[in-house]
């Protein structure tokens, strides 16, 4: 597509239930990347895939959470038995790998734990 | 650990003025560096980007300065318009040549341009 789309757009989950969010980059981006913001505050970065290497998990906060990639297009980020902590927007953004111009990022995914 | 922080959590400027936002970094490593601006309820958004290896680079009525001495970074908009408040957030990228590798993001300035 023209931009990353990220779905759903809004999710409200109950504590302890598990969490699919999905991100479809940018069709023929090499690079795609998970980021997590909360109220007022920065991009915290979680996870990045680069092709087929292997991912750079060094963000992701507990082994609560995880992402894979599927075919190098569409990621699912995965939060498991969530915590009200874990409330927050998560961005994806995608990039050509070369980094230059930066990355595109989508809208985001806003998480509420109830 | 690393950080790129800002100065100034807040800025509030009169339409017309110009702005300026400014980012410290602690990574002396780092090699390209890049502004965002994020509008209520959107992503982040592109709007201009630096190499390690030049100190200004210009855009449409925006401006980036980088101080490598003293790592510094900084945002000029011209000519403020309402369409400009956002939150401003710099970022930096350690990967070598830019070959991808994640953007480290500061804690973000918010600007606000009254009529």
């Known amino acids: 597509g023209a931009g990353v789309s990220q779905s759903p757009s809004n999710k409200v989950t109950e504590k302890g239930k598990d969490v699919e969010l999905r991100c479809d980059p940018i069709s023929g981006h090499t690079a795609l990347y998970w980021y997590r913001q909360s109220l007022g505050q920065g991009l915290e970065f979680l996870i990045y895939f680069q092709g087929n290497s292997a991912p750079d998990k060094s963000g992701l906060p507990s082994d609560r959470f995880s992402a894979e990639r599927t075919g190098g297009s569409v990621s699912t980020l995965t939060i498991q038995r969530t915590q009200q902590e874990d409330s927050a927007v998560y961005l994806c953004?995608?990039?050509?790998?070369?980094?230059?111009?930066?990355?595109?990022f989508g809208s985001g995914t806003r998480l509420t734990v109830v | 650990g690393e950080s790129v922080g800002l100065h100034l959590p807040t800025l509030s400027v009169q339409e017309g003025d110009n702005s300026i936002i400014n980012c410290a970094y602690s990574n002396s490593a780092s090699d390209y560096f890049i502004w965002y601006k994020q509008e209520s309820g959107k992503g982040p958004q592109f709007i201009i980007d630096i190499r390690s290896n030049m100190d200004k680079r210009q855009g449409q009525r925006v401006t980036v300065l980088l101080n490598k001495t003293v790592k510094h970074l900084s945002l000029q908009i011209a000519a403020t318009q309402p369409g400009d408040s956002a939150v401003y957030f710099c970022a930096e990228n350690m990967a070598p040549n830019n070959q991808g590798g994640k953007l480290i993001f500061g804690q973000g300035t918010e600007l606000s341009v009254k009529p």
């Open positions: 953004a995608s990039s050509s790998g070369t980094g230059l111009y930066g990355y595109t």
